[in-house]
């Protein structure tokens, strides 16, 4: 529970982004899990969390894919590419799906890793 009589399950879902809440004090939860629904605004920093969740459902889909724990090989691919120094500060979402594969790939091999990580990509339309 995030806090009593709040109609909420959390501030973000990854499986599920737009579920985690709608309660009249919050409003709805206003996450988009796929490009179709890509928010263009100015608001929120040019819609930097509303826009957020279509790579954490990637992320979701990927490490549910690969299967065992989310951080041990999703987690070190989008670790990697957030932080090896070769995401530009304009980044978009393809250039990170982009990144995520060809750390996936030098990881782990042209095998599941990397092909869930394509899929996820795919399945949010981001490739």
């Not at 529970?1 to 982004?17: D, F, H, Q, V």
């Amino acid at each position: 529970m995030l806090s009593p009589g709040l109609k909420a399950k959390a501030l973000r879902s990854l499986a599920a982004p737009g579920t985690a809440y709608d309660d009249p004090r919050l409003g709805k939860d206003p996450q988009q899990a796929h490009m179709g629904g890509y928010i263009e605004t100015q608001q929120d920093n040019g819609g930097v969390h509303i826009n957020s969740g279509i790579p954490n459902h990637a992320f979701y889909l990927t490490a549910t894919a690969i299967g065992g724990n989310a951080w041990e090989k999703a987690g070190r691919i989008w670790y990697d590419a957030a932080t090896g120094g070769k995401l530009a500060a304009d980044a978009t979402f393809a250039d990170f799906a982009k990144l995520t594969a060809t750390i996936a790939e030098d990881l782990y091999g042209t095998g599941t890793e990397l092909d869930a990580v394509n899929n996820a990509w795919k399945s949010v339309g981001v490739l």
